[in-house]
């Protein structure tokens, strides 16, 4: 049990402080809740139903390209570098465990194969 204080105490006035700070703490906190909410950008609904509607063919080509399950490249190196830069961190993207390297016909550089 908690050793009770006579109403002008040391203990009871830090006590009353302490309570005051908090709910001053309290009420700018909710203001500043507020204020985030204001800040946050509202969605809109007319922009986000435009953006989901599709032609069909669209539609058609999005569903074909939906089926493939892997692909072999044949590519330049800066380009694979590229597609493996951004695509990479994706998690249906694996990096193969081997890239050849191919002659290619002039002075062009050597272009990785992907298996």
């Known amino acids: 049990m908690l050793p009770v204080h006579s109403t002008g105490s040391p203990a009871c006035?830090?006590?009353?402080?302490?309570?005051?700070?908090?709910a001053s703490l309290r009420g700018e906190i909710a203001d500043l809740r507020a204020a985030v909410e204001e800040l946050r950008p509202q969605p809109d609904t007319a922009a986000e139903t435009a953006a989901a509607e599709v032609s069909a063919e669209h539609s058609t080509l999005l569903k074909t390209a939906a089926r493939v399950s892997s692909a072999s490249l044949l590519?330049?190196?800066?380009?694979?570098?590229?597609?493996?830069?951004?695509?990479?961190r994706h998690p249906h993207f694996r990096v193969p465990p081997q890239v050849a390297a191919r002659e290619t016909s002039g002075s062009a550089p050597l272009c990785p194969v992907v298996p």
């Open 13 to 22: 006035t830090a006590l009353v402080e302490a309570r005051s700070a908090l």
């Open 75 to 88: 590519c330049h190196r800066d380009i694979w570098e590229f597609i493996t830069a951004h695509a990479g």
